[in-house]
């Protein structure tokens, strides 16, 4: 069974940089998609981006975070990063990772991050 | 970008009663492959959204089959045969054709 732990600091304060790690267990990391979605409080869920874990690594973004967001990934950890730039108070939501692109079938529990000074 | 709108914002349900959630998008989602790249997720409170239905109609592993989905190119509906108390929370669509991805708004279901 495929689980997955979203991990990382809770509170950033405006215009730093926001990182979060999610860890993979119970499953292969190889030739698979990794997800990032958000959900800001009381609003509905938004796609950040995805990365696909085969040949270079590929991603693609939100347009809306392309130029501050970037998702990366460590086979050897079993790790998939997300970290966004110059963050805002519109980026404090909820953050999940989930395997695959789309059909996504598991999911993290989620990490609430808020962005205050 | 594609944009998907979900109807009704909200939909109180009476157990053992059906509901119908509809969903359209601003293009179609039917690839030339001859699958609909839209998929139906329900987020629970306190829970992380969990797949109902991918590729249109295909229901997820473990999901009960009073759930189904249906249509194609641009209007799909996500149906609950006989409503129970566990399926209350926010519905989503979500097509997978085009980046970037999209969500609808939700759906609100709730227990009259």
Redesign the interface.
Known sequence: QVQLQESGPRLVKPSGTLSLTCTVSGGSMRSAYWTWIRQPPGKGLEWVGYILNSGGGSTNYSPSLKSRVTISIDTSRNQVSLTLTAVTAADTAVYYCARGRDGLLYWGQGILVTVSS | ?IVMTQSPLSLPVTPGEPASISCRSSQSLLHSNGDN?L?W?L?KPGQ????LI??GS?R??GVPDRFSGSGSGTDFTLKISRVEADDVG?Y?C?Q?LQ????????TKVEIK
């Open positions: 970008e790249y998929d997720y987020h992380s959204p969990q797949l991918s590729l295909n997820a592993s926010v989503y979500m997978t980046v970037p991805l999209t969500f609808g708004g939700g």
